[in-house]
């Protein structure tokens, strides 16, 4: 710099006391930068007139502050001045004239693109005067009432607000949540540009940008930092966050007091995910959103992002790639927070972009293939055409800066130390190596019984880990119409079981009739087949006999009274009517001496064989059906054949469950990849989302032969069986494992994950 420094005359400043120090805040109006000075600093650059020598400047400061400094320093500091736009031009053109910095193209910046703004003016202005009267105390209090219920309500129902991607992104509700994320977004940078003019601020414009590639409304309220005090800094910035806490606390509210379905209530439920969910993301500090900006204020530094990067690069320029750069100087205080921030935005910027670039390289490659990859690469080597070059055109110098190392043995030998370091650390140090899923919780062991609409009986055995085995039975329950079914259980839910315990009954009265039924027949049968097969008594026999003598005496004397009755007629001496009386009645007992007589020969005579068999046949029969209905009445009553804890279920039929949950069994999905590392007794680590504080340890007990269909991939669903003696894991819950599968270099860890994701015949030879 030749001439004498001149401070360019339309610059805007404005002071500020923090931490018993004044600082003074510099605007440059036509980039819109702002750079905050120190008092001797500010006091330096106000000396800045275009006539005073820099020796001159130097005398004056050592008089005034009793601080040394020379000429070289003054022109110095200068020179960073003039960089960043504080000086006045050498040429004599007006600072009004001068023109703005070239804008960097939409392509320059693939995190950050404005797509369109605009100047609010006279319409702010109008928004702020409407403002006025609602910023006094009793509103914030009304504010602040409605905020804490609406969050008190959103924390008790949080379940509803969950985000459920598969309810939320249908055709019925993607206009809702883009006109609800429209109106949020509006209203809440309106809040910001409102409540900047109301304290005197300007708003140089506003309007929409893709921010890490979603769509977004901003205003710049970047004058905030003239503001004199700090609590205005942050009411301007928390104000958009306020806007957003209220909206959401409305929609939240209105949601609990609507009827569910109704328009309103749908609403209201969406806009109040999408409020919450854009609540979180604005309070990341990590991006420029208004987390970052309270940061910023908090911390008291202005374009704390920018300073952080460009400190950081200056300390990785000098102390590791040994670049000859001026040092940037900072305080202590500011250089712990460039390197915390720098560091951490850097981390988060770089897994956000590695995170969508996989993701669209690996939705583009499924999509079209390998030619449509390389043309996805090569369109996004164009957008970050200017980012690739600067790295090249970095790693170019470094380059040729390393030809000085020659003359630098110190800064060579430690290159090359650290270079072998890497090499050896990269190669040769072992690193876990883990393959790892999503797991579903489920106990070892389980045994369940329902009854069905249709009277059918289910029961199911299952026993998991190392020897799996499943029974399934099935029992048709007889009923009727008239008859009701209902499964009774006989233990409540969580209650401890042993073997043989019964845990339900179902209640059927019909069951129990059929069976006293069926025995009476049975025993009437057999009966009748024991007295067939039976040999005659001899006191039976003897009656027998006793009734054929008593038969033939009667008989022989009726046929002696009708042989007497016979000579009378014949000699006129009897009537004809007595005739026939005797002979009737000798009729008579001549018949039931036949039929003594052939009683007495069936007492005598066997039984045969024919009438054996029939009879042998319906008794068969019956004790067929009587097996059968106490198949069905032991079905009645249902006992368990292990041990362990009642879970009743409701799922559309009455069922209850038995499980022990002593041990558990997980199954790991392992691709065809990784399924040769996996042994049998490997350790695993499991975490569940119930206890994300706690891992539990388990082992591989089993690995299948074939693979299943998991989603839209084929995986070996490996099973894993974790102690669980303190019950602390339960069935259905979810989490992830790591099967410990050795260990590996990190070179050989980056190799494998390579070759994992690209196809075989991009890597194989053969």
């Known amino acids: 710099m030749a001439v004498p420094p001149r401070l360019r005359s339309d610059l805007v400043v404005s002071s500020s006391t923090e931490n018993g120090t004044t600082l003074f805040t510099v605007k440059e109006p036509v980039a819109g930068k702002y750079i905050r000075l120190r008092a001797p600093e500010y006091w330096l650059i106000s000396q800045f007139d275009g006539q005073s020598s820099a020796n001159d400047l130097a005398a004056k400061f050592h ?81 602040f009432i409605v905020m804490v219920l609406g969050v008190g309500v959103l924390v008790a129902n949080s379940e509803n607000f969950a985000v459920h991607l598969a309810q939320l992104f249908n055709i019925a509700s993607i206009a809702t949540i883009v006109i609800s994320l429209f109106l949020l977004v509006a209203f809440h940078e309106l809040a910001h540009a409102v409540a900047c003019r109301y304290h005197g601020g300007e708003v140089r414009a506003m309007g929409i940008l893709l921010l890490y590639f979603q769509p977004a409304f901003f205003a710049d309220i970047s004058d905030a930092w003239l503001f004199p005090k700090k609590r205005q800094r942050l009411v301007v910035t928390l104000a958009g966050l306020w806007s957003q806490t209220l909206f959401m606390a409305l929609a939240v509210v209105i949601w609990r007091v609507t009827v569910a379905g109704t328009a309103i209530n749908t609403l209201a439920h969406i806009f109040g995910i999408v409020c919450w969910i854009t609540l979180l993301f604005n309070f990341n500090p990590l991006i420029k959103l208004d987390g970052y900006y309270l940061l910023s204020d908090w911390v008291g530094l202005p374009n704390l992002r920018a300073r952080s990067f460009a400190y950081l690069k200056n300390v990785i320029q000098r102390h590791i790639l040994g670049w000859s750069v001026t040092r940037v100087e900072v305080t202590p205080r500011e250089r712990k927070i460039f390197l915390v921030y720098a560091l951490l935005s850097l981390v988060f910027s770089i897994f956000l972009l ?105 029961s199911a055995y299952r026993v998991g880990g190392a020897s799996p085995e499943n029974k399934s039975n099935f029992v048709q329950i007889v009923s009727n119409e008239a008859t009701s079914l209902q499964l009774q259980p006989r233990v409540r839910d969580g209650q401890p079981v042993n073997v043989g315990d019964t845990v339900a009954v179902l209640l059927s009265n019909q069951i129990s009739q059929q069976i006293a039924l069926a025995q009476s027949e049975l025993e009437r ?227 494998r994950k390579c070759m994992s994701i690209i196809k075989v015949e991009f890597w194989s030879w053969w």
């Open 63 to 143: 008089e005034k502050f009793g601080f040394a400094m020379t000429g070289s320093a003054v022109m110095e500091f200068a020179g960073a001045l003039e960089r960043v736009g504080l000086l006045a031009a050498e040429t004599g053109v007006s600072e009004s004239e001068k023109p703005a910095p070239p804008k960097a193209t939409r392509a320059d910046n693939l995190l950050h693109l404005q797509l369109a703004s605009f100047r609010p003016g006279k319409f702010l202005d109008r928004l702020a005067g409407m403002y006025r009267p609602f910023h006094r105390w009793p509103w914030f209090v009304v504010q």
């Open 354 to 458: 590695g995170y969508i670039f996989l993701a669209a390289s690996r939705f583009v490659l499924a999509a079209t293939g390998g030619p449509g990859l390389v043309l996805f690469l090569a369109g996004l080597a164009v957008i970050l055409r200017k980012s690739i070059l600067s790295i090249l055109r970095g790693i170019a110098r470094h380059v040729a800066h390393m030809k000085s190392l020659l003359h630098k043995p110190v800064r060579l030998v430690s290159y090359l130390i650290v270079l072998i370091a890497v090499i050896v650390f990269v190669f040769t140090v072992p690193f876990p190596h883990r393959v790892s899923g999503d797991i579903l919780v489920r106990p070892l062991s389980e045994f369940t019984v329902a009854l069905n609409e249709y009277g059918l009986l289910e």
């Open 525 to 751: 049968l057999r009966d009748q087949l024991r007295l067939l097969k039976a040999p005659p008594k001899k006191e039976q026999v003897a009656t027998a006999q006793a009734e054929v003598s008593a038969a033939r005496a009667n008989y022989e004397q009726l046929k002696r009274e009708q042989k007497r009755v016979e000579e009378l007629v014949a000699k006129n001496l009897g009537t004809q009517e007595k005739l026939e009386s005797a002979r009737s009645a000798t009729e008579i007992a001549r018949a039931e001496l036949n039929n003594k007589t052939s009683y007495l020969a069936l007492v005598k005579s066997p039984p045969r064989p024919e009438e054996e068999a029939v009879l042998r046949r319906s008794v068969a029969k019956q004790e067929t059906t009587l097996d059968f209905l106490m198949k069905q009445a032991e079905a009645q009553v249902i006992t368990t054949p292990i041990a362990g804890q009642v879970a009743v279920r409701s799922e559309g039929k009455r069922s209850i469950a038995i499980v022990n949950s002593t041990l558990v069994e997980l199954s790991v999905p392992v691709s065809d990849f990784d399924i040769s590392l996996v042994e049998i007794g490997q350790k695993v680590d499991v975490k569940v989302r119930s206890y994300p504080d706690r891992v539990f340890e388990g082992s591989v007990v089993r690995i299948p032969g074939a693979a299943e269909p998991i989603g839209n991939t084929a995986c070996f669903p490996v099973s894993v069986v974790v102690n669980n003696d303190d019950q602390t894991l339960r069935s259905g819950m979810s989490g992830y494992a790591k099967i410990e599968a050795g260990t590996a270099s990190l070179a050989a860890l980056a190799w």
